[in-house]
Nanobody, 115 residues
Framework: QVQLVESGGGLVQPGESLKLSCSSR????????MGWYRQAPGKQRELVGS???????NYKDSVKGRFSISRDSAKNEVYLQMNGLKPEDTAIYYC?????????WGQGTQVTVSS
């Protein structure tokens, strides 16, 4: 049973924005940490950014100032707002939720940045 579902990916031009959503079947505040990861072709999956249960966010250096993570606990959704997209941001983006008991992944959503 899929617990996390990403949406919002697509094809955009450099400099444009996208907002990804991660919808959780579980209460997102039950996760100690939720993160957005990405995997480009031929590369390892990497952490883009995360948000703790207390709302503290952290980002990969290359996306600081361009990407931001937010959440709506009433909807059990976590978001990744991506501004100023670059071709090197092209990847499949995954949502992850961790707790003492779970390490859950979504199926991913493709983001392609190309002119």
């Amino acid at each position: 049973q899929v617990q996390l579902v990403e949406s919002g990916g697509g094809l955009v031009q450099p400099g444009e924005s996208l907002k990804l959503s991660c919808s959780s079947r579980k209460n997102i505040l039950d996760f100690g940490l939720m993160g957005w990861y990405r995997q480009a072709p031929g590369k390892q999956r990497e952490l883009v950014g995360s948000i703790t249960k207390d709302g503290v966010t952290n980002y990969k250096d290359s996306v600081k100032g361009r990407f931001s993570i937010s959440r709506d606990s009433a909807k059990n959704e976590v978001y990744l707002q991506m501004n100023g997209l670059k071709p090197e941001d092209t990847a499949i983006y995954y949502c992850n939720g961790k707790s003492l008991f779970w390490d859950l992944w979504g199926q991913g959503t493709q983001v392609t940045v190309s002119s």
